[in-house]
């Protein structure tokens, strides 16, 4: 994992995840203390604010000025406010109605078809970044109002570095998932996947792969793609200057979803004395342009470095299994995801 964290426009402010509904893979003693967004500001009859019950809920007077625009945007939040209780009640009866008990109600491409269609018609001075956490924090509600939905985080192993990047990968997951989603952390990306294969979380979220990395930090490796896939890549929404490159993958058990731009992992073999040019060249004339390579660090022993490599490929586009270009290339799906959008 890189030493700097990715730009993450749709991540929360800062990457402490200690708040709600997380735990440790360690035990229960760090689930001692959950606390909920609803929990944190207890106002005791005492401390409400005197006066009539329009002066208390909609606060003190304002200037003669101001009263006008405060009023209008008081109306705004109760109309936004219906809607979402109207959102929520939609939700209840889809999940009422059994419709998604076999798919789940996770739908990465949909998920990120809804987030592209409200980027393309905002307008005015409001952060696209803030009408996306927005939207993820409704989705998550979504998630929560049709089952118990978990996600499980690998972190990087031990040593201060390791605990630095996982706390990176658990800030994107708290910020795509949500502040009221349970996040569990797990020391290492195998216990996150077993986690996941067992039901005991909806998703996985593990730091996205990095060229060079260590073998025993490479999961992707070692993945079964008829199990568990790659479905999405987190953050959604980056800055143009920011990291080019996925911070986290999000793996689960139902296939990936093909929007309207996908960007597909496939993993291959690298064999003996090839060259990456090679391998970018053989790509490239399938019809799979990889726009990078990834490879675990070199064996320092001769013939380990003698024997094939295995290689991940991001090309562009939706490539399913079965896909009659991969068996020439000696590579198979290990899924793909909706390409991230980026803004000034």
Same mark, same amino acid.
């Given at each position: 994992?890189?030493?700097? #964290?990715?730009?993450?426009?749709?991540?929360?402010?800062?990457?402490?995840?200690?708040? #709600?509904?997380?735990?440790?893979?360690?035990?229960?003693?760090?689930?001692?203390?959950?606390?909920?967004?609803?929990?944190?500001?207890?106002?005791? #009859?005492?401390?409400?604010?005197?006066?009539?019950?329009?002066?208390?809920?909609?606060? @003190?007077?304002? #200037?003669?000025?101001?009263?006008?625009?405060?009023?209008?945007?008081?109306? /705004?939040?109760?109309?936004?406010?219906?809607?979402?209780?109207?959102?929520?009640?939609?939700?209840?009866?889809?999940?009422?109605?059994?419709?998604?008990?076999?798919?789940?109600?996770?739908?990465?491409?949909?998920?990120?078809?809804?987030?592209?269609?409200?980027?393309?018609?905002?307008?005015?001075?409001?952060?696209?970044?803030?009408?996306?956490?927005?939207? =993820?924090?409704?989705?998550?509600?979504?998630?929560?109002?049709?089952?118990?939905?978990?996600?499980?985080?690998?972190?990087?192993?031990?040593?201060?570095?390791?605990?630095?990047?996982?706390?990176?990968?658990?800030? /994107?997951?708290?910020?795509?998932?949500?502040?009221?989603?349970?996040?569990?952390?797990? @020391?290492?990306?195998?216990?996150?996947?077993?986690?996941?294969?067992?039901?005991?979380?909806?998703?996985?979220?593990?730091?996205?792969?990095?060229?060079?990395?260590?073998? $025993?930090?490479?999961?992707?490796?070692?993945?079964?793609?008829?199990?568990? =896939?790659?479905?999405?890549?987190?953050?959604?929404?980056?800055?143009?200057?920011?990291?080019?490159?996925? %911070?986290?993958?999000?793996?689960?058990?139902?296939? @990936? $979803?093909?929007?309207?731009?996908?960007?597909?992992?496939?993993?291959?073999?690298?064999?003996?004395?090839?060259?990456?040019?090679?391998?970018?060249?053989?790509?490239?004339?399938? %019809?799979?342009?990889?726009?990078?390579?990834?490879?675990?660090? $070199?064996?320092?022993?001769?013939?380990?470095?003698?024997?094939?490599?295995?290689?991940?490929?991001?090309?562009?586009?939706?490539?399913?299994?079965?896909?009659?270009?991969?068996?020439?290339?000696?590579? $198979?799906? /290990?899924?793909?995801?909706?390409?991230?959008?980026?803004?000034?």
């Amino acid at each position: 994992m890189p030493d700097q #964290p990715p730009t993450a426009l749709a991540a929360p402010l800062s990457p402490n995840v200690s708040g #709600p509904a997380v735990t440790t893979a360690q035990g229960p003693a760090a689930n001692a203390a959950q606390v909920s967004p609803a929990n944190a500001a207890q106002v005791s #009859p005492a401390n409400a604010v005197q006066g009539s019950p329009a002066t208390a809920e909609r606060g @003190p007077a304002a #200037p003669a000025d101001l009263a006008p625009l405060r009023a209008e945007i008081d109306a /705004l939040d109760d109309a936004m406010h219906d809607l979402l209780m109207r959102r929520a009640a939609v939700v209840s009866r889809l999940a009422a109605s059994g419709a998604k008990r076999d798919t789940g109600s996770f739908r990465p491409g949909r998920e990120a078809a809804i987030m592209r269609r409200l980027l393309a018609r905002h307008r005015g001075p409001l952060p696209p970044s803030a009408v996306l956490r927005v939207w =993820r924090e409704v989705i998550a509600s979504s998630h929560a109002q049709q089952g118990n939905f978990a996600v499980a985080v690998a972190g990087g192993g031990d040593g201060a570095a390791a605990a630095a990047n996982a706390a990176v990968t658990a800030a /994107l997951a708290r910020g795509h998932f949500g502040l009221d989603t349970p996040l569990r952390l797990h @020391p290492f990306a195998a216990r996150a996947l077993a986690a996941l294969a067992a039901g005991e979380a909806s998703v996985a979220v593990l730091p996205a792969p990095e060229d060079g990395e260590p073998a $025993e930090h490479a999961w992707w490796t070692g993945l079964d793609p008829s199990r568990l =896939r790659v479905v999405a890549a987190l953050p959604f929404l980056r800055a143009s200057e920011g990291r080019a490159a996925p %911070g986290a993958l999000v793996l689960s058990p139902l296939p @990936p $979803e093909p929007t309207a731009r996908d960007r597909t992992l496939l993993r291959l073999q690298q064999p003996a004395g090839a060259s990456r040019d090679s391998l970018f060249r053989a790509l490239d004339a399938a %019809g799979l342009p990889a726009s990078r390579l990834i490879a675990v660090a $070199e064996e320092p022993r001769a013939e380990e470095r003698a024997a094939p490599r295995r290689v991940l490929a991001e090309v562009a586009g939706f490539v399913v299994p079965g896909d009659p270009r991969l068996p020439p290339l000696r590579a $198979e799906v /290990l899924g793909a995801f909706a390409e991230p959008e980026t803004v000034a």
